[in-house]
């Protein structure tokens, strides 16, 4: 059982530019309570089965696994909550952490987050020049709650 500890941060788009094609993801949830989710995921040619726990601060558990993108899809198109989560992700490396950069399109369109995984809580982080508020702990823009109440409509 893996342990996530993550920040995400709003991204200016005016100083970030991305640095590939990135690959577009697309995901919707079975689940989506606090105390528990489970995510549905293709990215790229791959499916996923994501299920994590209930947040602690910036932690919580986690435990992906890879399933046929067919599965996945079939999952997205009939089971998951409406509407999906659309998105474009990019990577880059920033002072040693792997930052990934989700630009939402769909219902979410014109929202920018930044997030990277990090070892411990108390892990010192150098922010890229292009990230701005930390909304590590605003749930409002957790994929999860994107779903029941889109950006589109804040």
Request: glycine residues 8%; charged residues 35%.
């Amino acid at each position: 059982m893996g342990l996530e500890i993550e920040r995400r941060f709003l991204v200016d788009m005016s100083l970030w530019k991305p640095a590939g094609d990135g690959v577009e993801i697309r995901q919707g949830y079975l689940s989506a309570e606090p105390e528990r989710t489970v995510r549905v995921r293709t990215k790229g040619e791959k499916g996923y089965l994501t299920i994590k726990g209930k947040n602690h601060g910036i932690s919580r558990l986690e435990m992906e696994y890879e399933i046929p993108r067919s599965e996945a899809d079939k999952l997205l198109d009939e089971l998951c909550l409406k509407p999906l989560i659309e998105k474009k992700r990019y990577t880059e490396m920033h002072d040693g952490f792997i930052w990934e950069i989700d630009v939402f399109f769909g219902d979410n369109e014109g929202l920018v987050i930044a997030e990277v995984e990090i070892p411990e809580e108390g892990t010192c982080l150098a922010l890229p020049s292009w990230t701005r508020k930390e909304v590590s702990e605003d749930f409002r823009y957790a994929n999860s709650s994107l779903i029941k109440k889109p950006f589109l409509t804040w």
